[in-house]
């Protein structure tokens, strides 16, 4: 991956002598501003591969309370790729955390995910290697910029309200489009989904489960793989590629997993809806036949409508003959599809030739 834009000499000398005079007392406390409430767009994609592109949209919520020791990080979105990997997933994300613990909901599992905080956050860990850039305004707030190589925020009083991330052909961008500060918030905004408590770490033999990661499914294909970083740029082309198509497979590894799921599952249900279809003589019969076949499809990202209206012979053979052509299409797909290792194999079994 890429490397954050190193700071230059001066400036981390300047930074190391204005730092106390920037925080001062304040430094303690997460944000400088009591509470509030910032609502964010959330957009980004990636070019996967060369057949296949990735699109997420959602949006944002941040509450916090007391200088920003209690808050809570909400989100949700689409998920969508097309091309010749065509899928669609939901995402949804819900945070809380205090001084001593974060609190993660599973959706999935409908439980609560409790751990204990590793270390107070240092308010200037969300600037380090980063270069001051002047001044910019987000949501009619002027906030300081700072930018790094593939990297830009925007921070008021250790709040964010931009970043910007960008990472070979993968972007990110969460941007604040409402503000409310010093505002008096109700209990119930604080509130927890009523699930059961699952601690992790308070106990030795407690385990997180599977699928807690799939509550940050959002962030974690983008936001996280595009602004982590750790390794030194190349300067050769050779390695760049490998890196690059490593990085991607990497961010693409989720969808992967669920599309070698779902495609044999695919190919049984496109199987099971022909020899229905060729039985029914009505339209309330042939839209039955095809209801898990459209799930199903729907699950891989199709917006196509399937509903059937009209209901004769010759809309049966039409129906019949366009999913015996996709079931022959699949099922000579199939042999590249089990030997695909990466989200680049598979885009490349899918493409249309």
């Not at 199903?296 to 009209?310: A, N, P, Q, R, T």
Request: hydrophobic share 35%; proline share 2%.
């Amino acid at each position: 991956m890429y490397t954050f834009l190193r700071v230059s000499l001066s400036f981390i000398l300047f930074f190391s002598i204005t730092s106390t005079s920037i925080y001062g007392n304040e430094e303690k406390m997460p944000f400088q501003i009591e509470s509030g409430t910032i609502i964010y767009e959330i957009t980004g994609g990636a070019e996967l591969t060369p057949e296949t592109n990735l699109t997420i949209k959602g949006r944002a919520k941040l509450r916090f309370k007391d200088w920003g020791k209690v808050k809570i990080e909400e989100e949700s979105g689409i998920l969508l790729t097309t091309g010749a990997i065509k899928h669609q997933e939901k995402v949804k994300k819900f945070v809380k955390e205090t001084e001593d613990n974060i609190i993660i909901v599973d959706y999935s599992n409908e439980q609560l995910i409790e751990h204990k905080r590793a270390a107070s956050k240092n308010p200037k860990d969300d600037i380090k290697n980063l270069a001051y850039k002047g001044k910019s305004t987000i949501a009619d707030i002027e906030c300081d910029l700072w930018e790094g190589m593939g990297i830009r925020k925007c921070m008021y009083k250790g709040i964010i309200l931009l970043l910007e991330s960008h990472v070979y052909t993968a972007h990110y961008s969460k941007k604040a489009i409402t503000v409310l500060l010093d505002i008096n918030h109700t209990k119930e905004e604080f509130t927890l989904p009523d699930y059961p408590i699952h601690k992790i770490g308070f106990f030795k033999d407690n385990k997180k489960t599977k699928n807690t990661t799939k509550t940050g499914s959002f962030r974690k294909l983008i936001k996280n793989k595009v602004a982590i970083s750790g390794d030194k740029v190349s300067f050769t082309q050779e390695r760049e590629n490998r890196k690059k198509q490593k990085f991607l497979n990497n961010l693409g590894k989720d969808i992967f997993i669920q599309q070698k799921k779902l495609l044999p599952d695919l190919l049984l249900s496109m199987q099971k809806t022909r020899a229905c279809l060729q039985t029914v003589e009505n339209p309330f019969e042939a839209n039955e036949c095809i209801e898990e076949f459209s799930h199903m499809k729907e699950k891989l990202g199709s917006l196509e409508e399937d509903y059937i209206i009209l209901w004769d012979q010759n809309h049966k053979e039409i129906l019949l003959d366009k999913i015996e052509d996709e079931l022959t299409g699949l099922q000579a797909k199939n042999p590249c599809i089990k030997r695909a290792k990466n989200i680049t194999d598979l885009s490349a079994c899918l493409k249309n030739e």
